[in-house]
């Protein structure tokens, strides 16, 4: 096991900045996920990781080790790609072992590795037949064999499950989990689907692009129910969860605060310290903060509410997604009733649980403090 290190790390591309002063410390045996949007720079942050790519600024340590100047091969990781890169002259068993043989491994022990590796990833009945006769899930399986034979410090993800369809994705992702855990190999994961950072990460590392983060890509690095529940700025409040939170401008007055689409002004929660807010504030409610009246039921203890007029509707079966155009805002509530499924166009009110509610300083995008 190992632990992995960011501390002011920067890459440069000629003039041009893809990642800044990022401060990151991964812990040994721990599960991180990189997530965020396109050009985020989160496969380069695991590149360099790797190796592939090199530092143009601050300190990368592995296992207390600086590894800034150190070859791939020097770096005992393991990396699987997007792309399986699996040899299609080779079979299974040859592809698993190919890294063992470069090393000039003991026969013997390559078999042994091979075959542990085989039974774990259920490859045994394949191990004598070539790529082009296998499904994309178990290319997908013999990549991560060559990547355990290996017994590395640390195993690295590019995005690997992005060619599968979505139930061997889902599938996958437990294979991935389980075997991470098993292992409790330091592992360092980058996806732009949120459903694998929400389920497979220990703690998830949200990066932005760089015209959107200002001093660092880092957003915020935790777990991932304290990404979803406590999102450190608007950045992290909008790109996690899905569908998006709903955000809105509101105007405070004292202790309550106006929105056009709120049917009367709404007592902010007392949990909220307000003594430095501005007269401004910026609010996000997620959507199952967000209940159709119709759908009966005692109201939030403390609610805002609101009307207007469905726009779409999404029947997920366990849940019914509306969503709302209240005075041009885009409100999202979620029924758990299959007996309150409204008509396009229909006239709704809806309930916004003040409880659960985000608030956010509009200037710096950063959450408002809350009482401990």
Known sequence: MAAISFSGVTKRYGEVEVIRNLDLEIRSGEFMVFVGPSGCGKSTALRMIAGLETISGGTMSIAGRVV???????????????????????????????????????????????????????????????????????????????????????????????????????????????????????????THDQVEAMTMGDRIAVLAPLAEAGQSNLMQCGTPLELYDRPANLFVARFIGAPSMAIMDVTRDGTLMSHPTFNAPAAIDSRWVLDNAPP??????????????????????????????VEMIETLGHEVLIYLDVNGQTLIAKSFSHHVVPQMGATMTVDINLAKVHLFDPDSQKRLPERS
């Open 68 to 190: 800034n100047d150190l070859a791939p091969k020097e770096r005992d990781v393991a990396m699987v790609f997007q792309s399986y890169a699996l040899y299609p002259h080779m079979t299974v068993r040859d592809n698993i072992a190919f890294g063992l043989k470069v090393r000039k491994m003991d026969p013997a022990e390559i078999d042994a590795r091979v075959n542990e590796a085989a039974r774990i990833l259920d490859l045994g009945p394949y191990l004598d037949r070539k790529p082009k006769a296998l499904s994309g899930g178990q290319r997908q399986r013999v990549a991560l064999g060559r990547a355990i034979v290996r017994q590395p410090s640390v195993f690295l993800f590019d995005k690997p499950l992005s060619n599968l369809d979505a139930k061997l994705r889902t599938g996958m992702r437990a294979e991935i989990s389980k075997l991470q855990r098993k292992s409790n190999t330091t592992s360092v994961y980058v």
């Open 280 to 309: 401004r504030l910026t609010l996000g409610v997620r959507p199952e903060d967000v209940r159709p009246q119709a759908d009966g039921g005692m109201p939030f203890t403390s609610h805002a509410t609101a009307t207007g007029t």
